[in-house]
């Protein structure tokens, strides 16, 4: 005979339940904590951690500054206009950089050509000298 509806929906929710507990428990247990976590590093890296926390809590805070800033303005979010993120990169100076790099990858496109072109003007001249001496010395008329 088959049981009743409940029982089976009690016997998933037992199993479910299972699961989450012994899941929950193994996270518990087997995470590391931040202490060990960094008692296991290496001595180089923890002192690289170490040197490098009072910078990222200055990070942390200047974040603060901007969210607290943002949060006592009444406009929007999107338009706070003046506060921008410190890890942010000045587009006018990206945009400069690049202008600059293009130009001078243009400069050096430039003197590469020219440079090809005088090659290629001495090439023909020798090529023209040699045709020239070649015509001269050899007659064509003759077979023998």
């Known amino acids: 005979m088959e049981s009743p509806l409940w ?32 008692a296991s590093l290496s001595p180089e890296l923890r002192l690289q951690y170490e040197t490098e926390r009072k910078l990222r809590q200055a990070e942390q805070q200047e974040l603060m500054k901007i969210v607290q800033t943002t949060a006592e303005s009444d406009q929007p979010i999107w338009k706070t206009g003046p506060i921008k993120s410190p890890w942010e990169k000045d587009t006018e100076t990206v945009q400069q950089k690049e202008m600059f790099q293009k130009a001078r990858a243009d400069v050096a496109q430039r003197e590469e050509l020219q440079r090809i072109r ?3 003007a001495e090439i023909r001249q020798k090529s023209e ?15 023998w």
């Open 129 to 143: 000298q040699k045709t020239q001496e070649i015509v001269n010395t050899k007659s064509w008329w003759k077979f």
């Open 7 to 38: 029982v089976r929906w009690l016997k998933v929710y037992a199993v479910g339940g299972v699961i989450i507990g012994s899941g929950a428990l193994l996270f518990k247990y087997t995470t590391p904590t931040d202490e060990q976590l960094i």
């Open 118 to 120: 005088k090659e290629l």
